[in-house]
C-alpha cells in the first residue's frame, strides 16, 4: 500500500515562532487530508488540499501532487497549537486515507 | 449542527469480555469509518460503512466487526478482548467517499 511519511516527529517552539511540517508520500493520491489532534485525542480536519494552495488564518497547506509532497504552515504559533499534526492520503482505487505517523508539535509560552 | 458523536468516552473492559461502541455521524452523512490509535502502531483503518453496508475493511481480525443502522449510525463490536486491544477508538464521518472526513471525540479503552 501507500507509504506515508511525515517530519519531522517531534518539533518543540517558543510561541510566535513560525514552522514548517512536510508529507512525503509513495504513490499518486486521489486526496490530501490534514488533522491536528489536540491533547484529548480530537481529531479537527484542517484542510483537504489534493492540489495547490489553501490557507486558514495562521495555517496554510501546499500539495504539489505531481512530486509527492505537501507542506503546512503554521505562522505565529499559539500554545493552543499543541498537538499533533497528521496528514493522510487516499489513492483513488479505495479512498480509504492512509495516515502518516504524524509530528508532535510542542509550543512553549 | 452536530458534529460526530461517538459513545461512551471511556470504558475499562476485562479480557475475554466483548465490547461495543457506538457511533452517530453528522446528519447527512452517510460513510462511517473506523479507526483504531494506539501508540505503537498508530492510526489504523478498521472497517468502513454506507448505507448499511460494509465497504472496506482493514486488516484486523474476525473478532472485530461492525454494522450500520438505516438512521446512519454506526457501532462497532469487539469480542474475546485481549489487552493489546486497548486503544482510542475514532470514528469518522464523511458526506461521499471522497470527501474530507469529519472525526468524533473517540471512545478510549483499557483492557485490563
Known amino acids: 500500500g501507500i507509504q506515508v511519511e511525515q517530519s519531522p516527529p517531534d518539533l518543540i517552539l517558543q510561541e510566535g515562532a513560525n514552522s514548517t511540517l512536510r508529507c512525503n508520500f509513495s504513490?499518486?493520491?486521489?486526496?490530501l487530508q490534514w488533522f491536528h489532534q489536540n491533547p484529548w485525542g480530537q481529531l479537527i480536519n484542517l484542510f483537504y488540499?489534493?492540489?495547490g494552495t489553501k490557507q486558514n488564518g495562521r495555517l496554510s497547506a501546499t500539495t504539489v501532487a505531481t512530486e509527492r509532497y505537501s507542506l503546512l504552515y503554521i505562522s505565529s504559533s499559539q500554545t493552543t497549537d499543541s498537538g499533533v499534526y497528521f496528514c493522510?492520503?487516499?489513492?483513488?482505487?479505495?479512498?480509504?486515507?492512509?495516515f502518516g505517523r504524524g509530528t508532535s508539535l510542542i509550543v512553549h509560552p | 449542527k452536530a458534529g460526530v458523536t461517538q459513545t461512551p468516552r471511556y470504558l475499562i473492559k476485562t479480557r475475554g469480555q466483548q465490547v461495543t461502541l457506538s457511533c452517530s455521524p453528522i446528519?447527512?452523512?452517510?460513510?462511517v469509518s473506523w479507526y483504531q490509535q494506539t501508540p505503537g502502531q498508530g492510526l489504523q483503518f478498521l472497517f468502513e460503512?454506507?448505507?448499511?453496508?460494509?465497504?472496506n475493511k482493514g486488516n484486523f481480525p474476525g473478532r472485530f466487526s461492525g454494522r450500520q443502522f438505516s438512521n446512519s449510525r454506526s457501532e462497532m463490536n469487539v469480542s474475546t478482548l485481549e489487552l493489546g486491544d486497548s486503544a482510542l477508538y475514532l470514528c469518522?464521518?464523511?458526506?461521499?467517499?471522497?470527501?474530507?472526513?469529519?472525526f468524533g471525540s473517540g471512545t478510549r479503552l483499557t483492557v485490563v
Open positions: 469518522a464521518s464523511s458526506l461521499a467517499i471522497d470527501n474530507g472526513y469529519t
Open positions: 504513490d499518486s493520491v486521489n486526496n
Open positions: 488540499i489534493p492540489s
Open positions: 493522510a492520503v487516499d489513492t483513488g482505487g479505495s479512498y480509504i486515507p492512509t
Open positions: 446528519s447527512g452523512h452517510r460513510s
Open positions: 460503512y454506507f448505507s448499511e453496508t460494509q465497504r
